[in-house]
């Protein structure tokens, strides 16, 4: 797999087709998120912005591939790990982008609730900031893996599916990610910044069933 992950990711830096998204999540960023605001609301923005641009890295990957460079991968290490390898690449490319921006934001926010009554320490809110990013990384490559290739194969298909899947997943009562940005929220207006461990553990749990789905359809279907 590092080979193949290697080469995705080669792939994914030559194509420049990562810029959008990435420019997108610093716009999104430069306008929900100002110095000086309360840092926990401050990281759930950032955590839920993430998650839409996420699974628009995953169809990047899972689309950028020639298909005779596709075909010649998967004849040589397997359509699953071939696959596989592609919404592994998104997955990282978006966890580093997550935890470079929770950084940011936790240094540039004040380190106190709504309404500066309660102080917030910084390590604490990034503890909680952190894991609530993944959770959204985790889910919007959850969604990009399931509203692109091999799934929904026709782009008039895919890309509506992609953003009802990321908004639906970002607001839908009893998603993870849903649960992780409105633990920060509530957070903001208690002081308390509370780990969302509970929606990480549930992230992985349906990242990993899509991705074990994806990459298991991608084995049963041309390239």
């Known amino acids: 797999m590092t080979a193949l992950l290697r080469y995705q990711a080669d792939l994914l830096l030559r ?29 759930g ?34 359509p699953v790990r071939a ?35 309660v102080h917030v320490p910084l390590l604490r809110a990034a503890a909680a900031g952190l894991p609530a990013a993944l959770v959204c990384a985790l889910l919007g490559a959850a969604v990009g893996a399931l509203a692109n290739r091999p ?20 607001v839908l009562t009893g998603s993870p990610a849903q649960a992780a940005v409105s633990g920060l929220v509530t957070g903001s207006q208690t002081g308390r910044a509370a780990v969302p461990l509970l929606p990480l553990a549930a992230a992985a749990l349906l990242t990993a069933a899509a991705f074990a789905a994806a990459s298991w359809l991608t084995a049963r279907r041309s390239p």
């Open 15 to 43: 194509s420049q087709r990562w810029l959008p998204p990435v420019i997108l999540y610093a716009a999104f960023l430069g306008i929900g998120v100002r110095g000086g605001e309360p840092v926990l609301n401050s990281l």
């Open 151 to 170: 799934v929904l194969r026709s782009t008039g298909r895919a890309v509506p599916a992609t953003l009802l899947g990321a908004l639906l997943a970002v």
């Open 83 to 117: 696959h596989l390898a592609c919404l592994l690449t998104a997955l990282l490319a978006a966890v580093l982008l997550g935890m470079s921006a929770t950084v940011v934001v936790t240094l540039i926010s004040a380190p106190v609730s709504d309404g500066h009554r």
């Open 45 to 78: 923005y950032a955590a839920a912005a993430l998650l839409p641009v996420t699974a628009w890295l995953v169809r990047i990957c899972v689309t950028g591939e020639p298909p005779a460079a596709r075909a010649c991968v998967a004849a040589v290490r397997g």
